[in-house]
């Protein structure tokens, strides 16, 4: 994907005591993974010295590897709960590169990231998407592709792209959500999944699974083994770029009409961070004691079946009592000095991840959930005499494939 270098320079003073802005620098990257050698799409930057780099990207405490590599078996997704799950690949003119998305309650849509397949501005770039799911309970299974012919992997081509209108394909963005819809309905033993829409996520655990790049060590490493097997793993919502806490410090716009991180809405982009049970690696309760900031909100010790989101998770579910709060968007380091334990982005211990919540994009989500597909239309029109006019649909644009 094309790399993206964002150098913004901002004075945003932040609202406590009479203390200065940090000087912050950042690396990100939207993390879908790569079949071939195609390059994640990152970003990072420097303002005011605080540096972070970025990547549009589950990498557990331990390891998530095979159970034949020694992999941890609390990782494994293989209940019914997670049969709703799927493994994405996208053939584009660029390469072959696999998301993870969630079967909705009409059983033909999948919701996933946006940067999976669009590169902003409402239009879809995949030459052709399968969605694999899987009916078994063997945890190592490849869903992508089913490279090894398992006869209880199945799939259902795409035929409809619907992208949040307001995804500017920036890495991070929370508009980064689309719904893409199955040519036919799903097996009929896969899990569907309601949608919640509760608006105040603000240290929440939650529940998160994906079929991204995984690590046969853990977060002292960071992903360093392939695709295509479920995981899943818990973490704790953090904080998000907009609370009131930070003073506007991401959010504010300078005279080009950029915040911190670009041009894309970042306000409602929530982060959890990856930790060890360590003080020093505890990202978000380091990055909060830049601004003088502390206490429960930011500082805790993490989760004892603790993940964090690598490539190829993108656009994966984060649930809460089964219901979908979140979608998997981006990874996120300020580096070492704020508790990323080894540097750049690797999904080790320290990084940040950035989901985008439901709550903002309830419209959206309604609203392409309510588009009928093609002869639905033809039908309504011939029976009914329906115009085009009378039955706009708005926001959601929809590219067919």
Partial sequence: ???????????????????????????ASSPRALVDNRADRTVSGTINGLAFEAR??????????????????????????????????????AGNFVCSGALLPDRVSILTA???????????????????????????VVYQGNPFGDPQVTSREVNRYIINPGYT?????????????????????????????????????????????????????????????????????????????????????????????????????WILDFDNGLEANDGSC???????????????????????VAGGDSGGPGFINGRIVSVNSYSLSFGTGFGDIRAGLNNSFGELDGVVPTYIHESFITAALGVPEPQSWAMLIAGFGLTGAAMRRRRAKVVAA
């Fill in 1 to 27: 994907m094309n790399t993206r270098l964002l150098l913004a320079v901002a004075s945003v003073a932040f609202a406590t005591a009479a203390q200065a802005a940090p000087v912050l620098s950042f690396e």
């Fill in 56 to 93: 549009s990207n589950l990498v557990g405490r331990t390891s998530t590897g095979t159970l034949v590599s020694g992999g941890d078996p609390r990782y494994l997704a293989t209940g019914p709960q997670y049969k709703g799950v799927v493994g994405l690949l996208m053939e584009t003119a």
């Fill in 114 to 140: 946006a940067h999976c397949v669009s590169d902003g501005f409402g239009t879809a770039n995949p030459i052709r998407t399968t969605a694999w799911f899987y009916s078994g309970t063997d945890g190592d």
């Fill in 169 to 269: 394909g920036e890495v991070i963005d929370q508009n980064d959500i689309a719904i893409i819809r199955l040519s036919n309905a799903a097996p009929g033993w896969a899990t569907s999944y309601d949608v919640d829409f509760t608006t105040d996520l603000t240290g929440q655990q939650f529940n998160i699974a994906g079929l991204g790049r995984r690590s046969t060590i853990g977060g002292d490493f960071g992903d360093n083994a392939g695709t295509g097997r479920l995981r899943q793993g818990d973490n704790r919502l953090d904080f998000r770029f907009g609370d009131a806490d930070f003073g506007g410090f991401f959010t504010n716009r300078d005279a080009n009409g950029e915040n911190f991180f670009g041009f894309a809405e970042v306000d409602h982009s």
């Fill in 286 to 308: 380091r990055l909060a004691g830049a601004f003088g900031l502390g206490g429960a909100k930011y500082c805790n010790l993490g989760i004892d079946t603790e993940v964090g």
